[in-house]
């Protein structure tokens, strides 16, 4: 028997079937946090280590986290960390100064004794605009002062830094290439030399070797033949640790184009001192005596207690030097930085204290980033860095530690200095390619790190509905398998994700669909 089917308002309804009495389900959007951990938990990660730490600037509160405690090499995002001593100790304002100092009196246009270049830690003398010619600047204030002889020898002085030319942890066979240059307190030129190897007139015939600066090394063994057309390129450039000389060797095709490398400056402060020389003589300053230049752990015995200053460059702001170095990620910069630091932490400690024995300029940076760390609430294990670049393989800092730290300098009257200095995503330095056509794109303002199975990736980003976070991703241990997408590809990802994410109450269970089961 048919089923009387009521009406409504009165129009019939036609019979919908069991499956009317159904409840609708309802499928919600993962949360953030389910999308990074779907995407950590992959199996290509098993052999590998995800540590990351995402916090709210505005609450504090940590959004999410994964081995957030766990030590990761953090490669280049240390520069965070010296970025923060550097800008505590020395503030964002502060000028390196390059002088020219007077071993002797002065009397009549005649010095009676050396005339000293004193290195301070300048690491863009030479590249900076303000400081492009400057030797001939400083010896244009020379000439303008009336001297005229130098009755002594011309001392290059890189003592200020009372630390070796590398950072502990760096790898030797490193130190000859241009992202391991010499930290010296009297650098020039970024301390780097360009290398072109050009093919020689015909088969058999040795390359061409040229070097600019011309004179940069002290001496080339070029042992580089030029080979038949189109045979495979195998040059090979060699400087042993310490030792000034260049060796290059193998072979260039003919007529193929020119070769072109960075290397290490072997000895920056001589390079300097070679420059200055040069442009006394262009501004008519006769020099009597020799170039020497003293390094650490001997010390200048002319430069007398209270030298006078007869000549003077100056760096650009150190917050600018931090953005020219954490864009580009500059090893040469932050080392410096970190050495600037520890030579002010040292002479405000031992003003206060008295002399605390020897102690490298590096240490004594170290010693006042562990000073901020301890003030900041970070514990001493959570952050184990040894010095200012990221190269070394001992450096070890938490997600948390990096993490909280960030909120740190955030709250600080420089943290703008900060966050200006800060690659950004799709924009420039490190991230200018990353991130493109993403929330994250001139969103995300964050450190690259990367070296051989680390990635790492640190910073803030302002999240979908407007929440300024910070953040540390780190992933070690990683070698993508064949047709897996780079560790930079996964990383971004996850900064995606955060600049996306939407923390309003019920976002994470706004419904996507609505539908009936299946039948």
């Not at 270049?117 to 863009?124: I, K, N, R, V």
């Not at 072109?260 to 008519?284: C, I, S, T, V």
């Not at 993490?403 to 420039?428: C, E, K, N, T």
């Given at each position: 028997?048919?089923?009387?089917?009521?009406?409504?308002?009165?129009?019939?309804?036609?019979?919908?079937?069991?499956?009317?009495?159904?409840?609708?389900?309802?499928?919600?959007?993962?949360?953030?946090?389910?999308?990074?951990?779907?995407?950590?938990?992959?199996?290509?990660?098993?052999?590998?280590?995800?540590?990351?730490?995402?916090?709210?600037?505005?609450?504090?509160?940590?959004?999410?986290?994964?081995?957030?405690?766990?030590?990761?090499?953090?490669?280049?995002?240390?520069?965070?960390?010296?970025?923060?001593?550097?800008?505590?100790?020395?503030?964002?304002?502060?000028?390196?100064?390059?002088?020219?100092?007077?071993?002797?009196?002065?009397?009549?246009?005649?010095?009676?004794?050396?005339?000293?270049?004193?290195?301070?830690?300048?690491?863009?003398?030479?590249?900076?605009?303000?400081?492009?010619?400057?030797?001939?600047?400083?010896?244009?204030?020379?000439?303008?002062?009336?001297?005229?002889?130098?009755?002594?020898?011309?001392?290059?002085?890189?003592?200020?830094?009372?630390?070796?030319?590398?950072?502990?942890?760096?790898?030797?066979?490193?130190?000859?290439?241009?992202?391991a240059v010499p930290t010296s307190a009297l650098s020039v030129g970024e301390n780097q030399v360009e290398v072109t190897v050009a093919p020689g007139i015909g088969a058999g015939a040795p390359a061409v070797l040229r070097l600019d600066p011309a004179d940069a090394m002290t001496a080339v063994t070029n042992d580089v033949l030029t080979s038949a057309q189109r045979t495979r390129n195998d040059v090979n450039l060699y400087r042993a640790p310490g030792d000034g000389t260049l060796y290059a060797f193998g072979n260039i095709a003919a007529?193929?184009?020119?070769?072109?490398?960075?290397?290490?400056?072997?000895?920056?402060?001589?390079?300097?001192?070679?420059?200055?020389?040069?442009?006394?003589?262009?501004?008519?300053?006769?020099l009597d005596g020799k170039l020497a230049t003293v390094h650490w752990p001997r010390r200048d015995a002319f430069l007398p207690n209270a030298p006078r200053t007869l000549a003077e460059v100056l760096s650009p702001p150190v917050g600018e030097i931090l953005a020219r170095g954490l864009k580009r990620s500059q090893n040469l910069y932050l080392q410096n930085l970190l050495l600037l630091a520890g030579v002010k932490a040292q002479a405000d400690t031992e003003q206060r204290e008295g002399s605390m024995g020897f102690i490298t300029s590096?240490?004594?940076?170290?010693?006042?980033?562990?000073?901020?760390?301890?003030?900041?609430?970070?514990?001493?294990?959570?952050?184990?860095?040894?010095?200012?670049?990221?190269?070394?393989?001992?450096?070890?800092?938490?997600?948390?530690?990096?993490?909280?730290?960030?909120?740190?300098?955030?709250?600080?009257?420089?943290?703008?200095?900060?966050?200006?200095?800060?690659?950004?995503?799709?924009?420039?330095?490190?991230?200018?390619?990353?991130?493109?056509?993403?929330?994250?794109?001139?969103?995300?303002?964050?450190?690259?790190?990367?070296?051989?199975?680390?990635?790492?990736?640190?910073?803030?980003?302002?999240?979908?509905?407007?929440?300024?976070?910070?953040?540390?991703?780190?992933?070690?241990?990683?070698?993508?398998?064949?047709?897996?997408?780079?560790?930079?590809?996964?990383?971004?990802?996850?900064?995606?994700?955060?600049?996306?994410?939407?923390?309003?109450?019920?976002?994470?269970?706004?419904?996507?669909?609505?539908?009936?089961?299946?039948?």
């Open positions: 028997m048919a089923l009387a089917i009521p009406s409504i308002a009165g129009q019939a309804v036609s019979n919908p079937g069991p499956a009317a009495s159904t409840p609708l389900r309802i499928t919600t959007a993962p949360s953030l946090g389910e999308q990074i951990d779907s995407l950590i938990a992959q199996p290509r990660f098993a052999g590998a280590d995800w540590g990351i730490a995402v916090i709210s600037l505005s609450t504090g509160r940590t959004l999410y986290s994964h081995h957030a405690d766990q030590l990761f090499q953090p490669a280049s995002t240390t520069k965070l960390f010296t970025a923060a001593v550097a800008l505590s100790e020395l503030g964002p304002d502060y000028r390196i100064p390059t002088r020219v100092l007077a071993g002797g009196e002065v009397r009549n246009g005649r010095l009676d004794g050396p005339l000293i270049l004193y290195g301070m830690g300048d690491p863009t003398l030479g590249v900076d605009a303000a400081t492009l010619h400057w030797a001939d600047q400083l010896a244009g204030q020379l000439a303008a002062q009336g001297l005229k002889h130098v009755q002594g020898d011309l001392i290059a002085d890189a003592t200020y830094f009372a630390s070796p030319m590398m950072g502990s942890g760096w790898e030797a066979t490193d130190l000859q290439s241009w992202f007529k193929s184009p020119a070769q072109n490398y960075k290397l290490a400056l072997p000895d920056p402060a001589q390079f300097a001192g070679r420059q200055l020389q040069e442009a006394l003589a262009r501004h008519g300053i006769q590096e240490r004594w940076g170290i010693r006042a980033l562990h000073q901020m760390l301890e003030q900041i609430g970070i514990a001493p294990g959570a952050s184990l860095i040894e010095e200012g670049a990221g190269l070394s393989r001992r450096n070890l800092a938490t997600p948390n530690a990096i993490a909280r730290l960030l909120v740190f300098l955030a709250s600080q009257p420089y943290g703008p200095a900060l966050v200006q200095a800060l690659p950004i995503a799709g924009v420039d330095g490190t991230l200018q390619w990353r991130m493109r056509n993403t929330p994250a794109e001139n969103n995300v303002r964050a450190k690259t790190g990367s070296m051989s199975f680390v990635h790492c990736l640190a910073g803030y980003v302002t999240s979908g509905d407007g929440e300024r976070l910070a953040f540390a991703i780190m992933l070690n241990n990683y070698d993508p398998p064949n047709g897996a997408p780079s560790a930079t590809k996964d990383i971004d990802q996850i900064a995606e994700l955060l600049a996306g994410s939407r923390s309003t109450p019920g976002a994470a269970s706004t419904p996507v669909a609505a539908t009936h089961p299946a039948h």
